[in-house]
């Protein structure tokens, strides 16, 4: 059937807004003033393609990458200059050496054993992470000396820690986290540090080091749950509705029937679903909206499909008419589906076509 606008193909696209990430990059070197903005692009830049996004973040100032593992660095290195520095989180595996060669990598080395071998192979510049509290990765606190000596006079080029609870200002674990930190300090003297993620950059300067790893802020999900999120989100699912019907008071929609008409209801059919990274528990408070009007979820989100109460929007509900998710409503949605604009956004599935505007 030729949509009404005869524009709009029957697909889900998911739209990155990369002057958003811009913005948000440079919100948080403001918010940073003095340390090193490095930009975390693992699983893919959350996502959203991070062979699209490390070369805007490149352009935007940032000079360090952080990755989960090589083969994700293989993918940054292609998409930014040989200056860039990529840093490696999950340690250094031996199986990695070519990869870590040819692409430049930079392995962040989580254990003792994981230093000697690195050491007594490829030798090339590495960092240290040092786990203060987060009990995760990183090499224990008992172990800072020994690191240290092993190292000797082939010191890492960062030292690093990560926050449990930098979401939760207020919680005693970033205080202990960033006392015990100045232990790693003093055994590296004149290394350069690293503590922040996203929400860590909101607290004050001590819990910053030199250089900050934010991840989500960048793509504008919220780093604290409870407060007004300072980052614009650089996403929107736009999918057109392909269907439109009327349901009378006591009719159901969708499996199971669980939604049911309290009045005349006009409801619309979207290409879009959990297959797409939907989440099924989306139907507890998630909307959709044309242009302003909040459309919201009637009955069980399908792989392929959601179904939305549209009564609200009138005649612009039609076959055809985009209806957007996410963008400004991304942390709300997040939380109606019980969950964190990160797994919301690592979640997007392939189908959906990316489009960077
Ligand atoms: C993922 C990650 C980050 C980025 O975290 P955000 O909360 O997305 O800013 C920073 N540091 C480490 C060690 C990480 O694993």
Known sequence: ????????????????????????????????????????????????????????????????????????????????????????????????????????????????????????????????????????????????????????????????????????????????????????????????????????????APAHGDLVRPGIALYGGAPRATEANPFESAVTVETPILQVRSAQPGETAGYGATWTSDADRRLAVVALGYADGMFRAAQKGGYGRIGGVKLPIAGRVSMDLITLDVTEAGDAAKPGEIVRFLGPDLDVFAAASGTLAYEVLTRLGPRLERVYV
Request: proline share 6%; with cysteine; charged share 20%.
């Open 1 to 204: 059937m030729t949509t009404p606008s005869g524009e709009a193909a029957p697909y889900p696209r998911l739209i990155v807004d990369l002057g958003a990430i811009r913005r948000n990059y440079a919100r948080l070197q403001d918010m940073t003033a003095g340390a090193e903005v490095a930009a975390v692009v693992k699983a893919d830049a959350y996502g959203l393609g991070a062979a699209a996004i490390a070369p805007v973040l490149l352009h935007a100032g940032a000079k360090t990458f952080f990755v989960a593992n090589a083969h994700e660095g293989e993918i940054v290195r292609a998409a930014v200059d040989a200056q860039a520095r990529i840093f490696v989180l999950h340690g250094f595996w031996s199986a990695d050496v070519q990869a870590i060669a040819r692409s430049a990598l930079i392995p962040i080395i989580n254990s003792p054993e994981q230093l000697r071998d690195w050491l007594a192979g490829p030798a090339g510049p590495y960092a240290l992470h040092f786990d203060t509290g987060m009990n995760r990765l990183g090499i224990p606190m008992s172990e800072v000396q020994a690191v240290a000596d092993l190292a000797g006079l082939r010191g890492p080029e960062l030292v690093m820690s990560h926050f449990a609870c930098a979401d939760e200002p207020d919680h005693t674990l970033n205080a202990r986290q960033i006392e015990r930190f100045a232990a790693v300090r003093n055994a590296f003297p004149g290394v350069r540090t690293s503590l922040a993620n996203s929400a860590g950059c909101l607290l004050d």
